[in-house]
Antibody, heavy 120, light 110 residues
Framework: EVQLVESGGGMVQPGGSLRLSCEAS????????MSWVRQAPGKGPEWVAS????????YYVDSVKGRFTISRDNAKKTLYLEMNSLRAEDTAVYYC?????????????WGQGALVTVSS | SSELTQDPAVSVALGQTVRITCQGD??????ASWYQQKPGQAPVLVIY???YRPSGIPDRFSGSSSGNTASLTITGAQAEDEADYYC?????????????FGAGTRVTVL
């Protein structure tokens, strides 16, 4: 059974930093693209970032470029999102998602989410 | 702002058929995926690559696509199908890949 468990969420002041982690199990982690998707309160999902199997390709939504960094440790089967210079508009539930292989790589499995609140 | 356009809400009588549409230029090049989200839960993939269903998704869910429009159809809607539905596709600008989501369609089963 595929499981994705996020951790590291919480409340932080504007300008602060947080690191989210996502522990994966039930599949060969090193064989799949992985992503972070966030959802602000009352809004639809917004893709944040994706990383290739070996970590050598990364893509970000424009609004987080230069502030967020996606990374992975295949030995630990863990995905990370380092978030710096946080803004109020980054407040959201952050989901870790496993991408399917092929077929334009849909978000096949999602974690339960980690809430990040940016507020003074 | 979403670059995939969805109707905000639709209602369907129990046991009847409802179609949800999603429009966007990226759909001319990439497959649409559809996700169901119930309150307080993570999204769940229900349709991908036009009309593939993941294991465990009932066959009353189906998908189709033509040009810049993708559709999700629920044939014989059940009470448990009441949820928000989001479409999603890849998009590419030069060497940069991104993902886009629609703003969602709330389906109410009457």
């Amino acid at each position: 059974e595929v499981q994705l468990v996020e951790s590291g969420g919480g409340m932080v002041q504007p300008g602060g930093s947080l690191r989210l982690s996502c522990e994966a199990s039930g599949f060969t982690f090193s064989s799949y693209w992985m992503s972070w998707v966030r959802q602000a309160p009352g809004k639809g999902p917004e893709w944040v970032a994706s990383i290739k199997q070996d970590g050598n390709e990364k893509y970000y939504v424009d609004s987080v470029k230069g502030r967020f960094t996606i990374s992975r440790d295949n030995a630990k089967k863990t995905l990370y999102l380092e978030m710096n210079s946080l803004r109020a508009e980054d407040t959201a539930v952050y989901y870790c998602a496993k991408k399917a292989s092929g077929y334009d790589f849909p978000f096949e499995y999602w974690g339960q989410g980690a809430l990040v609140t940016v507020s003074s | 702002s979403s670059e995939l356009t969805q109707d905000p809400a639709v209602s369907v009588a129990l046991g009847q058929t409802v179609r949800i549409t999603c429009q966007g230029d990226s759909l001319r090049s990439y497959y649409a995926s559809w996700y169901q989200q119930k309150p307080g839960q993570a999204p769940v993939l229900v349709i991908y690559a036009k009309n593939y269903r993941p294991s465990g998704i009932p066959d009353r869910f189906s998908g189709s696509s033509s040009g810049n429009t993708a559709s999700l159809t629920i044939t014989g809607a059940q009470a448990e199908d009441e949820a928000d539905y989001y479409c999603n596709s890849r998009d590419r600008s030069g060497n940069h890949i991104r993902e886009v989501f629609g703003a969602g369609t709330r389906v109410t089963v009457l």
